[in-house]
Nanobody
Framework: EVQFVESGGGLVQAGGSLRLSCVGS????????IGWFRQVPGEDRVGVSC????????WTADPVKGRFTISTDNAKDTVYLQMNNRKPEDAAVYSC?????????????????????WGQGTQVTVSA
């Protein structure tokens, strides 16, 4: 059974930093893509960043590009999301999921192919 456990959320002031962790199990970690997503109440879940563990390529959504960085430690089956220069609009529940691959279209949209099994998530709150 595929499972994820996210951690590292909390309250941070605008402009501050936070690092989220996502530990996966139940699948070959280094042969899949792992994505971070976020969701606020009443809205759809949206992708934030993604890494293809088989080649290390990463993709990050425009609203957080330059501020958020995804990385992986395949030996620990863990993916991280380093969040710098936090903004109030970054407040959300952040969760991760596994997929076949992720890439970016010519139009700039990130494609999350075959993603499934989102974890419970970790709450991130940003104070002004």
């Amino acid at each position: 059974e595929v499972q994820f456990v996210e951690s590292g959320g909390g309250l941070v002031q605008a402009g501050g930093s936070l690092r989220l962790s996502c530990v996966g199990s139940g699948f070959p970690f280094d042969d899949h893509a792992i994505g971070w997503f976020r969701q606020v109440p009443g809205e759809d879940r949206v992708g934030v960043s993604c890494i293809n563990n088989n080649d290390g390529s990463t993709w990050t959504a425009d609203p957080v590009k330059g501020r958020f960085t995804i990385s992986t430690d395949n030996a620990k089956d863990t993916v991280y999301l380093q969040m710098n220069n936090r903004k109030p609009e970054d407040a959300a529940v952040y969760s991760c999921a596994v997929g076949l691959y992720c890439t970016r279209t010519r139009g700039g949209a990130i494609i999350y192919e075959g993603f499934r099994a989102w974890g419970q998530g970790t709450q991130v709150t940003v104070s002004a």
